[in-house]
């Protein structure tokens, strides 16, 4: 299970850190993940952090979004800068193994931005 938090409202151009803590021990060896999901539309790949920290992002947020991870807290962090209104979505983490998502989802974390 996760728990997702650090969401909230910001205004265009702002910037957010958001946190995902595993309520149990994440192998080091999954890759975890972010998803976003804006209403009315599919839950969509954000970024991805392998077991050795390497990242892939969506064009949509490459340049912008940063994804790492703490394996001693079973965290894994999104910092979003430059944010743009159609950021705004539930973003949610989870773990992959071979590019299969292999975690529950938990509550996600609601992010906004409008001014």
């Known amino acids: 299970q996760f728990v997702e938090s650090g969401g909230g409202l910001v205004q265009p151009g702002g910037s957010l850190r958001l946190s995902c803590a595993a309520s149990g021990r994440v192998s080091s060896s999954y890759d975890m993940v972010w998803y976003r999901q804006a209403p009315g539309k599919q839950r969509e790949l954000v970024a991805t952090?392998?077991?050795?920290?390497?990242?892939n992002y969506a064009d949509s947020v490459k340049g912008r979004f940063t994804i790492s991870r703490d394996n001693a807290k079973n965290t894994v962090y999104l910092q979003m800068n430059s944010l743009k209104p159609e950021a705004t979505a539930v973003y949610f983490c989870?773990?992959?193994?071979?590019?299969?998502?292999?975690?529950?989802w938990g509550q996600g974390t609601q992010v906004t931005v409008s001014s």
């Open positions: 989870n773990v992959q193994f071979g590019g299969v998502r292999v975690g529950s």
């Open positions: 952090i392998t077991s050795s920290s390497l990242t």
